[in-house]
């Protein structure tokens, strides 16, 4: 879980992120979590975009996803959710996190 003061600091982080899986009018299946794990374990921090014509709302998929992949979820914003999984081993967000 991830502390208030660790939450801003990944947000701000995530504000220059473009969106890197959208999530369409199909439902959330195991490929596409597969995906989003494969990503979050090469990025630590991705943003997901959820399409108008989509079954789910932001704050669902955002959801349904950080269960499935055990990350956390940074933010939901409109249509788009930020999520963060830290790496095992160093990471790029380490620093950030211990203040």
Known sequence: ???????????????????????????????LIQGVADCLAAR??????????????????????????GADCVQVIGRKFVLFKQKPKESAYAAMLQK
């Open 44 to 69: 630590e921090l991705i943003k997901i975009k959820v399409l108008e014509n989509s079954e789910y709302t932001a704050r669902e998929a955002a959801d349904i996803l950080s269960e499935a992949t």
């Open 1 to 31: 879980m991830l502390n208030s003061k660790q939450r801003a600091a990944l947000r701000g982080a995530a504000n220059a992120l473009d969106p890197v899986y959208q999530v369409g009018k199909g439902e959330i299946d195991p490929a």
